[in-house]
């Protein structure tokens, strides 16, 4: 027994002695991890300290400056399946408050390279080539009058258009074109105006010298038109270059259940043909409404009312109503529409004086000037079919009373198109032409139609607006 707890006494003291070092040692290297951590903790501090400041400094600069509006990187950071991607919050419409206080008018600079321009250029070029009878040049009766059996530049374009802040855009157009047989090219103003994109209750003002949004075609250029030439009830009412006038656009889209736009201008009146008053005392006044309808996927219509009243030269009323309608059916994948379908109508009611001599019981004759209502209705329809991306073919057909003379045309148009890209385009196209009851057509050409074969080649350089609908 002795002797068995003087071993187990000297196992223990053995033990003892040996544990005491390996104690020792862990507590110190606990108390190195815990001062190497502390050591971290500190610069790890240092470093949130200097970011914040960093921060800070970059705030206070920032809210010393100007107001100015953000735009949005053009592109976004990619999102891992853990993020959830912020939504920007939707942008709230500026009061007239807003409108009137002082900001940067180049804020959106911050969004282009050094060097670009604020603005964005374009030239549009449109030829065509005429051919047609020697007697229908000969009296200058075809569709483009004066250059009969011609190939000449119609339209030249420079395009000039762009935002000059987040509330405002402008466009200016300069352009040139032969407007009658060998005469030189000279340069004119064709289009320059303002829009006030972001005004109160959802309107916008477009003012300036314009292309009036008078039915469907009267706002497109010459180089865009479905066909090679303009249908012929608005050559017979408007003239060859339609209604480009000076004055005021508002423009409102209520919030409806349905897409409506509703449009009403002042403008002075200046176009000759129909108007040509050309005082802002006695202003063509405008009005539009225009609708769009998603039938499905794969298709949309558009439902459109025009209407123009204004003073004629001799102050006389003149007041125009037009509608329209316009249809695309675009298989699902496809990047082009298959079939496109518009029409339009026009009605025309004209105040004018007429001298008629009027016999007396006694045999005399006297002139008497009296005043007569004109009602003039034309209208023209379209189809136009694209199966393939590079070629599209359609037929139009005109029916129209002349504006201030007795006569009815109307026209039949097969056309052609070829668009290598969707800057460049060539078209082939005839045109057989009938007019009746308009001497002195019928008198000097011994018939009341004509044909025609008409080229187009027109062409894109460098930036062009979005085409509408």
């Given at each position: 027994?002795?002797i068995?707890r ?7 003291g053995l033990?003892l ?6 104690f020792a040692?862990d507590?110190?290297s606990?108390r190195?991890?815990l001062?190497?951590?502390r050591?971290?903790l500190q610069?790890?501090?240092?470093q949130?300290?200097?970011a914040?400041?960093?921060?800070s400094?970059?705030?206070q600069?920032?809210e010393s ?5 953000a735009?949005p ?15 920007p919050?939707?942008p709230?419409?500026p009061?007239?408050l807003?409108?009137l206080s002082?900001?940067e008018?180049?804020a959106?600079y ?6 670009q321009?604020?603005f964005?250029?374009?030239i549009?070029?449109?030829f065509?080539a005429?051919f047609?009878?020697r007697s229908v040049e000969r009296?200058?009766v075809?569709t483009?009058?004066?250059r009969e059996?011609?190939?000449?530049p119609?339209e030249?374009?420079l395009?000039l258009f762009g935002?000059?802040d987040p509330?405002?855009?402008?466009e ?11 005469e030189?090219?000279t340069?004119?103003?064709a289009?320059?105006n303002l829009?006030?994109l972001?005004?109160?209750?959802g ?9 009036n949004?008078f039915?469907?075609l009267n ?5 865009d038109l479905?066909q ?5 009830v ?10 480009v006038?000076?004055?005021v ?9 349905i897409?409506?736009?509703a449009l009403v201008g ?14 802002i005392r006695?202003p063509?006044?405008?009005a ?8 499905g996927d794969t298709s949309g219509?558009?439902l459109?009312v ?11 009323r ?7 309608a316009?249809?695309?059916?675009r ?10 379908v ?11 004086v ?9 045999g ?5 000037d009296?005043?007569?209502?004109l009602?003039?209705?034309g209208?023209y329809a379209y189809?136009e079919?694209?199966?393939f ?14 504006l201030s003379?007795?006569?009815r045309?109307?026209a039949v148009e097969p056309y052609?198109?070829?668009m290598?890209s ?13 007019r ?8 000097l050409?011994?018939?009341?139609s004509?044909?025609?074969?008409l ?6 350089l460098g930036?062009?607006?979005a085409h509408?609908?």
């Amino acid at each position: 027994m002795r002797i068995s707890r003087r071993v187990t006494s000297a196992v223990l003291g053995l033990t003892l002695a040996t544990a005491t070092p390996a104690f020792a040692q862990d507590a110190e290297s606990l108390r190195k991890e815990l001062e190497q951590m502390r050591k971290q903790l500190q610069e790890t501090q240092q470093q949130y300290q200097k970011a914040i400041d960093t921060l800070s400094e970059r705030l206070q600069k920032l809210e010393s400056r100007p107001e100015a509006v953000a735009t949005p990187p053009a592109t976004a950071p990619a999102t891992t399946a853990m993020q959830t991607p912020t939504l920007p919050p939707p942008p709230s419409t500026p009061s007239a408050l807003d409108l009137l206080s002082r900001r940067e008018p180049f804020a959106l600079y911050g969004t282009r390279g050094t060097g670009q321009l604020l603005f964005d250029m374009g030239i549009a070029g449109d030829f065509v080539a005429n051919f047609t009878p020697r007697s229908v040049e000969r009296f200058g009766v075809g569709t483009f009058a004066g250059r009969e059996n011609r190939f000449f530049p119609r339209e030249i374009e420079l395009n000039l258009f762009g935002q000059i802040d987040p509330y405002a855009r402008a466009e200016v157009r300069i352009e040139t074109g032969e407007e009658a047989a060998k005469e030189e090219l000279t340069v004119k103003l064709a289009e320059a105006n303002l829009t006030l994109l972001t005004l109160p209750w959802g309107t916008q003002i477009k003012m300036g010298q314009m292309r009036n949004r008078f039915g469907l075609l009267n706002q497109i250029h010459e180089h865009d038109l479905p066909q090679t030439d303009r249908p012929s009830v608005y050559r017979a009412f408007f003239g060859e270059e339609g209604l480009v006038e000076r004055g005021v656009e508002m423009t409102f889209v209520p919030e409806l259940p349905i897409y409506l736009e509703a449009l009403v201008g002042v403008f002075n009146g200046d176009n000759e043909v129909a108007f040509g008053r050309g005082r802002i005392r006695d202003p063509l006044v405008t009005a539009r409404l225009r609708t769009f309808f998603e039938l499905g996927d794969t298709s949309g219509l558009q439902l459109g009312v025009s209407f123009a009243s204004g003073l004629t030269a001799d102050e006389f009323r003149q007041t125009f109503v037009g509608f329209d309608a316009k249809y695309k059916y675009r298989p699902e994948g496809w990047l082009h529409p298959l079939l496109t379908v518009a029409g339009e109508g026009i009605w025309s009611r004209r105040k004018t004086v007429q001298s008629v001599e009027v016999i007396d019981e006694e045999g005399t004759a006297t002139i008497v000037d009296r005043k007569l209502t004109l009602d003039r209705f034309g209208w023209y329809a379209y189809a136009e079919l694209q199966p393939f991306r590079r070629w599209a073919g359609g037929v139009r057909y005109d029916n129209t009373q002349l504006l201030s003379e007795p006569g009815r045309e109307w026209a039949v148009e097969p056309y052609l198109t070829f668009m290598p890209s969707e800057f460049l385009k060539f078209r082939l196209g005839y045109r057989h032409t009938n007019r009746t009851d308009t001497p002195p057509l019928a008198i000097l050409l011994g018939r009341r139609s004509f044909d025609e074969v008409l080229l187009q080649a027109s062409f894109i350089l460098g930036a062009h607006p979005a085409h509408p609908f």
